[in-house]
């Protein structure tokens, strides 16, 4: 079986702090990891290949930086690494990057693609379903475990207030939860294989068959009108108080909002 | 994809996403956020609801302001895989070619919409807060949070149709319900053809909840990290009970196994706006103010001054909430007995 793991390199936003001045983003020294439900598809892929045996693919698509993501993915069992970059594929939205990580995804053998459910940078779930599409093949999204029996696949599909268990054929996708497993840790014998044995295939713009209407920024429908920090309205009052007079405070203040 | 001229596309479409024959909330906001957006266009709303069995639900969704519904009832909708929607979704596009198509971003919302924005080849905004027309151009403008919450972002899709957008549950405003209204329905049968992408549901398990979803709660008694055990979650429960609220958590304490996924509000969990929103031991992590900040009135107590969910409450206590919690409990209960007595 051959599993690929499409994985993205992101900040740290556990560590994003804003600049109480400009209130953007302060995005110096701030760490890149690899995206939580990216790392929780991988580890549900190195356990395919620890109990049924299977070759475990990752691939990215992004700076050449995002080599390091790459290598920490290898360091932890991945067979090969596949790293999309070139100035062509900048400033995509999602559909643009779908359509490119496709183009790279139809050059390697697959027999389930996985990849998480969101990114916590963007946080729009779209690209798994999106990359399925140009792919034709099935997805399976919001998937809490994945078994594979046969031929098929049985996810276990979250919902708000339920779970399906989902029955699906090979070739398919299926975007993982964050909360699915707990992945495992890089060990020194696989960090030294990461960057002194395994290699990382480096594709650009030129080793895709894609049309230069369908990348990068030409190839978004959407566009950013414009960003700006959040509003934030100004901060109330502010109290210390023992727990007696908090208590009569509060119903106060509900009193004269009429809550009571 | 047949190339057309923007034009020719016109009406405001949304997926009204129901489940066991029960519409999902957020339909009825997207219907209320689409006439607002329709009246500016000088077009109509029309509500898509798919399904087993759904045609009797047309009524409900024109009662909340659809001036047109159109069904699409075949049994293989009965329960939500991606295929057999994505494709009635996009023979509808093909069929009515509407200027806008909203989606709740639910678990089936956001789902869905990427599949149809790959399929008609259009672009898609994840997780609107705010929709409005463009007066000059009349395009649609889409308000996302990113980063966490930290900036937001205002998309446009300015030559691509239709201009698609998930919309975060519980932030736009329902339309007043007439209940006498009845709905101008479209049949619509796309043709179902079983082909590799359909998957099969083997299984189907509910979680039981008795609780009042905190969506639909007026007043939220939430507890964070501060509260420290699970134990302590009874405390917040008492002081629930006397004000007629619910209870609800950060994602600390759902993470700890204090509190139930279903309670979590925040980016990751619900965005709610009840009338009080008690933040009790939360610090405030921007993921949280995220899903809570348009509360109306916020009443944080954390220990910590410096705790920023205090740059979002209207009433801050700086103290132990392990002590406020059961003294408030305790006078609120008094006062209720005054008042009755």
Not at chain 1, 28 to 42: E, H, T, W
Not at chain 1, 107 to 117: A, H, N, P, S, W
């Amino acid at each position: 079986m051959k599993i690929i793991v499409c994985i993205k390199q992101v900040p740290d936003t556990n560590e994003v702090k804003l600049d109480p001045v400009t209130g953007t983003l302060i995005r110096d020294g701030v760490p890149s990891i690899i995206n939580p439900d990216d790392k929780a598809g991988l580890e549900a892929a190195l356990s395919l290949k620890d109990s049924l045996g299977a070759e475990v693919s990752v691939i990215t698509m992004g700076p050449p930086q995002a080599d390091a993501v790459l290598r920490e993915a290898m360091a932890m069992g991945a067979d090969n690494a596949y790293l999309v970059t070139d100035r062509a594929f900048g400033g995509a939205d999602t559909l643009a990057t779908s359509t490119t990580l496709a183009a790279a995804l139809r050059k390697i053998d697959y027999d389930l693609i996985i990849t998480g459910r969101q990114a916590i940078d963007g946080d729009t779930a779209q690209v798994g379903p999106q990359i399925s599409e140009h792919l034709d093949i099935p997805n399976v999204s919001y998937a809490e475990d994945i078994k594979v029996e046969g031929n098929t696949v049985i996810v276990k599909r979250q919902y708000e207030d339920r779970y399906h268990t989902v029955k699906v054929q090979m070739p398919c996708l299926v975007t993982a939860l964050g909360e699915m497993n707990t992945p495992r840790y890089m060990t020194p014998g696989g960090i030294y294989d990461a960057y002194k044995v395994k290699k990382v295939t480096v594709w650009g713009r030129s080793d895709l068959e894609v049309a230069d209407g369908e990348i990068g920024l030409k190839g978004s429908p959407t566009k950013v009108a414009q960003s700006f920090p959040k509003s934030v309205k100004p901060a109330g009052q502010k109290v210390t108080l023992d727990a007696d007079e908090a208590a009569d405070y509060i119903i106060e203040k509900l009193k004269e909002k009429y809550v009571l | 994809m047949k190339r057309m001229s923007l034009q020719d596309y016109k009406g405001v479409f949304v997926f009204a996403q129901q489940v066991d024959c029960v519409i999902n909330g957020v339909s009825f906001e997207l219907i209320g956020k689409g006439k607002e957006l329709a009246a500016d266009l000088g077009t109509e709303v029309t509500a898509v609801i798919l399904g087993d069995g759904v045609k009797s639900l047309a009524d409900e969704l024109a009662a909340y302001g659809a001036d047109k519904v159109i069904v699409v009832d075949d049994p293989v909708l009965k329960e939500y895989t991606t295929e057999p929607y994505t494709h009635a979704i996009h023979k509808i596009i093909e069929k009515h070619k509407p200027e806008v198509f909203l989606y709740g971003a639910t678990a089936i919302g956001r789902d869905l919409a990427p599949r149809v924005s790959a399929r008609a080849t259009t672009g898609l905004t994840a997780d609107c807060t705010k929709l409005e027309v463009d007066p000059d151009n009349k395009k649609l403008r889409m308000t996302r949070p990113a980063f966490g919450g930290n900036i937001m972002a205002t998309i446009i899709c300015p030559d691509h149709t239709p201009q698609m957008a998930t919309v975060r549950p519980g932030v736009m405003k329902k339309a007043t319900k007439n209940p006498s209204a009845k709905a101008n329905v479209e049949e619509f049968n796309p043709g179902f053809e079983k082909n590799n992408k359909y998957v099969e549901v083997t299984e189907v398990v509910k979680k039981v909840s008795d609780k009042v979803d905190i969506m639909d709660a007026k007043i939220l008694i939430s507890g964070g990290r501060g509260v420290g055990a699970k134990e302590n979650f009874k405390m917040l429960e008492e002081l629930a009970e006397v004000l007629g609220g619910e209870v609800s958590s950060s994602r600390a304490s759902v993470d700890a196994g204090w509190t139930e996924k279903d309670q979590q509000v925040g980016q990751t969990g619900k965005t709610v706006r009840p009338n009080v929103y008690f933040a009790i031991g939360i610090s405030g992590a921007i993921q949280h103010l995220a899903g809570m900040e348009e509360s109306d009135i916020i009443v944080a107590i954390n220990k910590d001054e410096y705790a920023p969910i205090f740059d979002v409450a209207d009433f801050g206590i700086v103290g132990d909430l392990h002590k406020i919690v059961p003294v408030l409990t305790q006078k609120l209960k008094e006062e209720r007995a005054k008042r009755n007595a």
